[in-house]
């Protein structure tokens, strides 16, 4: 089988995300096996790592065998032998750097929020299709072991009429005074792109679509519950934008549902996030890599609050993890992110359909701008606005 290079610019390349999710758990094991097989032959991406930091860059390459690197970001640009660009850096830079690479003529995948609006983000797409270029974004969260064996139930008809769902997600991400904080300090500053709404619910929309269907509209709290805190270099500095966000969702097959996210909760449940969907005919819940799902005919009989004068108080004789059947897992773990990858080097080599181009994307991004606006104003908005 014949072997095919193909060049790929991995932009934001020694951030955490990139390096980790993107590079190894993703492109390298690609690389390893030897190539993507792609219509009778192997596609091997060839990388060029940039970034700021020769130091951090030339470790990173080293580390993987001795990878292309440079800091120079017009230079990789006017590179012909890298047709791909791949964006992580931070929320704020994106929009600049991606006009910069599709004036180059490279096929565009970037990791979310595709841009800060959605007027942004449609500069972008337009950009792209007169130049007649392929693009992406990244959705990973959708092949969560957990959450695709959750479509899988869902797609399956096992839950009958959907009704409602849920969505739990969050932790505490420590201030950085008290004790070292988790994540980066440019996610607590507006103008470093920051706030849980541009960040989570991108995810939360294709998730939540991905699963159930189209969101007609949408009514959110947003508010901040750490006020202070320490940036990398220990300086304290005010928090400007929000850290929890509670939303109401109405799709349009009829289903409601909620999302409750925070970055100041303490974790009681069975993982950082679980997706739990009733229906007719049987419920199911999911985490990030395992889904639970119990029949109607297995639901147990809830009394509640008993009555009598000789009766307890409570119903406490209810084990209500009994009779929940796990889901089985389809098949051997991939990595999320890996899925992505290896879908858009098919949608670049053979032109085959992506699942989330830049308008996926930037439904994603109005999302988050109609749940900000319904935090700013009360009352719900429209999703097709």
């Not at 928090?239 to 109405?250: I, R, S, Y």
């Not at 509640?304 to 051997?332: C, H, I, K």
């Not at 773990?333 to 994307?361: C, M, Q, S």
């Amino acid at each position: 089988m014949a072997t095919r290079e193909l060049g790929i610019i991995l932009h934001g390349a020694t951030g955490g995300i990139c390096s980790f999710q993107h590079l190894r758990n993703s492109l390298i094991p690609i690389i390893g096996e030897g190539g993507l097989e792609v219509g009778g032959e192997r596609i091997l991406p060839k990388l060029l790592l940039v970034g700021r930091s020769e130091e951090r860059l030339a470790k990173l390459a080293a580390v993987h065998g001795g990878l292309d690197w440079t800091t120079d970001l017009d230079a990789a640009l006017g590179n012909e032998a890298y047709p791909v660009f791949f964006d992580a850096v931070s929320t704020h830079l994106r929009v600049d750097v991606l006009k910069r690479a599709i004036a180059a003529g490279k096929h565009i995948y970037t990791e979310k929020p595709v841009a800060p609006t959605v007027k942004e983000g449609m500069e972008l797409l337009g950009a792209a299709q007169a130049k007649g270029l392929k693009h992406g974004a990244v959705e990973d969260k959708l092949f969560l072991p957990g959450f695709l064996k959750l479509r899988r139930v869902v797609e399956s008809g096992f839950l009958g009429r959907i009704i409602g769902f849920q969505i739990n997600f969050g932790w505490w991400v420590f201030d950085g005074i008290e004790a070292e904080c988790q994540r980066p300090s440019w996610n607590y500053r507006k103008a470093g792109g920051g706030g849980l709404i541009s960040d989570m619910h991108p995810h939360w929309r294709y998730i939540v679509e991905g699963t159930l269907g189209p969101i007609a509209r949408v009514a959110a709290l947003a508010w901040t519950g750490q006020t202070e805190r320490a940036d990398e270099a220990g300086a304290r500095f005010r928090v400007d934008v929000e850290d929890n966000a509670h939303t109401l969702l109405e799709l349009e097959s009829g289903a409601r549902g909620a999302i409750l996210s925070s970055w100041s909760t303490r974790v009681r449940r069975e993982d950082l996030v679980t997706f739990q969907v009733d229906g007719t005919g049987g419920s199911a819940v999911a985490g990030l890599r395992r889904c639970w799902k119990q029949a109607a005919g297995d639901t147990p009989l809830v009394r509640g609050f008993l009555m009598g004068r000789d009766a307890d108080t409570m119903d406490v004789s209810v084990d209500y993890r009994e009779n929940w059947q796990e889901e089985p897992d389809p098949a051997p773990y991939k990595n999320p992110y890996r899925y992505g990858w290896e879908r858009f080097i098919r949608h670049v080599v053979r032109d085959e359909p992506f699942y989330a181009d830049l308008t996926a994307g930037i439904r994603d991004v109005r999302l988050a701008e109609a749940c900000l606006q319904s935090a700013q104003e009360g009352g719900w908005v429209d999703m097709k606005a």
